[in-house]
């Protein structure tokens, strides 16, 4: 599955899910107010556990966005394993096929969202800002749950002023990705890891109609750079630091590789994103996501590819794009649906997830197995341990744009790293 279109979507499809941040939501929600929504449940024993746990059966709803048949069977396949340990529990599925976040904010302000719903990690500062979905602390501490199982980066994305809103799901990392046949021709023997090495590769590798680097000039790909130049573009408060020395340095390189003509963006040379531009021949490597992978597998069968852990700066530094199972605010089985969502992201749960090989399991112990089982995606689940999180603090979309706009400029009219990224830093009025 593709980022566009489900937990690792690339920066054109974050657009959409920055309707959460519209006006109408916060006024909304600040009308709302109100307590969660008390359980109907009596004498629950462990989230894990089945039993006389309510006197009559519970239907809950579950929501995310529509994806791939691969997908949906992942999400049919668990929660078929769910309702078997828990016949007093049934789930709905239910699939928003269009603009999911729209959907979400038009029913959590008329509360009516689903009982457990998806939540990307680019947005969930404001769901969790603002109230609009239940923290999972009170259950995590009655059913002593066990946080320390998740990849602890991930965790982190859904967690604000020291309380917990969501579980991760699965996740995927940026590496680098590239044709070994390219590689081969113009005599290069391993992929390169250092930005000194990036430049002098793209260089050998640009000629015969090839792009050496397709990389689009988005928030995304300019936050790894800024992660390996020891920065970060949003800090751990959720104040953007666009203007910060590493992210002029990262910045600066990428104006650097446009100039020499070695990096181009993905419609430059006749496709739909990056990943579309190495299935097509037409670049020698870019920074993506394992989405990655089943694209390749089906635009491009007999394409011979490899992936390496993106190039370091001072440091290694990729990004981590994760979405949660969070708790709707106005649930009437608040015990049920943390049941849900403790199962959906515990080892049961990401066992289909992990065997799904789509997207990488947030529980850490099952990393290892992933890799074994998908050697070719060992590189992104290494990544796991320094990337961070898609977490992008208040008007999260408002920074996006602010950056892809001072992106634009540097690849498109020039302009210099330095004060582009000071005139956005600027704009975004934190």
């Keep these: 599955m593709r980022r566009g279109v489900s937990w690792s979507m690339p920066s054109r499809s974050r657009r959409a899910m920055g309707a959460v941040l519209l006006a109408g939501l916060m006024t909304a929600l600040a009308a709302c107010g109100g307590s969660p929504a008390s359980s109907s449940k ?3 024993t462990a989230p894990g556990a089945s039993g006389a746990q309510e006197q009559t059966t519970v239907t809950l709803t579950l929501s995310g966005w529509s994806s791939s048949p691969a997908e949906l069977k992942i999400v049919q396949d668990q929660i078929a394993a769910f309702e078997k340990l828990h016949p007093d529990i049934k789930v709905q599925w239910q699939p928003v096929p269009g603009d999911y976040m729209q959907k979400i904010q038009t029913e959590i302000a008329s509360h009516t969202e689903p009982d457990v719903f998806y939540l990307d990690s ?30 602890p980066n991930l965790l982190k994305a859904f967690q604000y002023q020291g309380k917990t809103y969501g579980f991760p799901k699965g996740f995927s990392t940026l590496a680098l990705v590239y044709n070994t046949r390219l590689f081969q021709q113009a005599g290069i023997g391993q992929p390169p890891k250092s930005w000194a090495e990036l430049e002098a590769d793209a260089r050998q590798l640009t ?19 800024v992660e390996q130049a020891g920065g970060t573009l949003v800090d751990s408060q959720g104040k953007a630091q666009l203007d910060s020395p590493s992210a002029i340095e990262a910045a600066a390189f990428y104006q650097k590789l446009v100039r020499e003509g070695v990096l181009k963006q993905s419609k430059d040379v006749g496709a739909q ?19 990655v992978v089943a694209a390749l597998r089906q635009e491009s069968p007999d394409l011979r590819w490899s992936v390496a852990p993106l190039p370091q700066g001072k440091q290694a530094g990729s990004l981590a794009f994760t979405v949660a199972y969070v708790m709707g605010k106005d649930t009437k089985h608040p015990e049920a649906a943390y049941q849900l969502i403790d199962f959906l992201t515990g080892p049961q749960g990401e066992k289909f997830t992990e065997q799904g090989g789509l997207e990488m399991p947030s529980v850490e112990s099952m990393l290892s197995t992933f890799s074994q089982d998908y050697p070719e995606q060992k590189a992104f689940a290494e990544a796991a341990s320094y990337a961070l999180p898609w977490q992008l ?38």
């Design 42 to 44: 009596s004498g629950s």
């Design 122 to 151: 680019s947005v969930a500062y404001d769901l969790m800002s603002q109230g609009a979905i239940q923290p999972l602390d009170p259950y995590v501490a009655k059913y002593k749950t066990d946080l320390s199982r998740f990849v």
């Design 393 to 430: 603090g208040p008007n999260g979309q408002t920074v996006i744009d602010a950056v892809n706009k001072a992106l634009q400029s540097i690849y498109l009219q020039g302009a210099d790293p330095k004060q582009a990224l000071q005139q956005a830093q600027a704009s975004i009025h934190q």
């Design 273 to 291: 994103w990056a990943g579309d531009a190495l299935a097509k021949g037409k670049a020698a490597m870019v920074f993506e996501g394992n989405w």
């Design 207 to 225: 000629r015969n109609g090839v792009e050496g680097l397709v990389m689009d000039p988005d928030f995304a790909r300019l936050g790894a750079l």
